[in-house]
C-alpha cells in the first residue's frame, strides 16, 4: 500500500507561476483532461498549430515541453500560436520531467526552472515572441531536406497503396448511403469552427452525408448534427458521440492491427475496419469517392505542404495523392468564413436603415395613391379617438 505523499506549503513569489500538472506524452489525449489555468506537462517535438490551438482553447496556464518544441525541421506554426496567446512556454526539460512530475502535482515555474515542493527539477528554455521568431527563421532554411523527404515519403505511399488508390481495393462495404449524395468531412483542424458556422445554409439545404474523422465527429455534435459515419483511431472522439448511433469504421494499421477496436467493442457498438498506411482524413475522402458521392466538402483538413509537415508525420504524404485521386469532386473549405466574413459598423447599419426611412417617406410624399390611403388612416384614428371621448 502506497503512503500519500507529504507536500510542503510554499508562497509563490511576484513573477512565479503555479497551477496543477496534467501529464501525457500525447498532447490530444491530454487536452480531454485539461481545465482553465492548469499546466499542460508534454512530450511532443514540433508543436503542430492544431495542438496549439487546443491548448489555447483549454485556457492553460502554461505548457513544459520534455522536448524542443521546435526543432528546426521545418518551421512549425505551433509554439507561435502558444506565446502569441501569452501562455508561457518552456522547451527542452528533459525526458526526466515526464517521471518526476505526477498527474495533480502543484508545480511552480520559476523563470525557466519548474519547481515541486520548493525543488528544482528540471531547467529549459524559455520561449517568447522573438526566441520563438528566431527559431522559424533558422527552420525555414531546413525546408528543402523536408521538400525531399516528403517526396520519398510519397512515392513509398504510392507503392505500399496503389490498389487503394487506384481500385479502391480494401475499402469496407458500408451501410450509410452515400452514391450520388454530397459528403461533409469534418477534420478537428484549423479554423473548423468558423467554417462550419458558415456552411450551415449549405448543411440545411443539400443535407450532405456527415462524416466526422475522429474528434470531428465530437465537432458535428457541438454544432447541432449528427455523424451520419465516424471514422479514425477512436482516440478523441468522445464515449457519448460515439453512442450516437453513426456508422463506425475503424483506422486499422495495414496488417490488420487495430487499436482502437477493443475501445469501440467495450463500448459494445458495431465496427468494420479500414487498414492503410493513409491517414484517417484520407480514408474519409477515399471511402466517399470509392461509394460514389458527387460531391465532397472538407472542414478543418490540412490543404498545403506546410500544414503536411505541421502535422509531423510521414504518412502526411498520403494527403498530396488522395487529393489527387478525388479530383474535382473535393471543395476544400478551409477559410470559408474569412472569406464571407463582413464588418458592418453600428453607424453603417444605422445610415442604411435611416436611408431606407427617407426613401419611404418620399415615396408617400409623391404618390397620389398613397396619400388617399393616408388620409383614409387619419380619418379612420379620428373616429376612434372621437368614440373614446365619449366612452370615457
Known sequence: MRLPTLRRTRTVEPGEQSGIARVDRRTKRLVGRLRPGEIAVIDHVDIDRVAADSLVAVGVLAVLNAKPSISGRYPNLG???????????????????????????????????????GEAVATGIRQDKETVAAAMADAREGLSVQLEAFAANTMDYLQKERDLLLDGVGVPMVQTNI????????????????????????????????????????ALVENGYTPDMIIGDMDSVTDDVLRCGAEVVVHAYPDGRAPGLDRVAQLDIAALTFPAAATSEDLAMLLADEKGASMIVAVGTHANLVEFLDKGRGGMASTFLTRLKVGGKLVDAKGVSRLYRQNISGSSLLLLVLSAIASMASAVAVSTVAKAYLAVVSEWWDNLVFQLGHLF
Open 179 to 218: 452514391a450520388g449524395r454530397h459528403v461533409l468531412i469534418v477534420v478537428r483542424g484549423y479554423d473548423y469552427k468558423a467554417d462550419l458556422e458558415v456552411l450551415r445554409p449549405y448543411i440545411r439545404e443539400f443535407k450532405p452525408v456527415l462524416i466526422g474523422v475522429d474528434g470531428g465527429a465530437d
Open 79 to 117: 509554439p507561435e500560436v502558444l506565446v502569441g496567446a501569452g501562455i508561457t512556454l518552456i522547451d527542452d526539460l528533459g525526458e526526466e520531467l515526464i517521471d518526476r512530475i505526477r498527474e495533480g502535482d502543484v508545480v511552480t515555474i520559476e523563470g525557466d526552472t519548474v519547481l515541486l515542493d
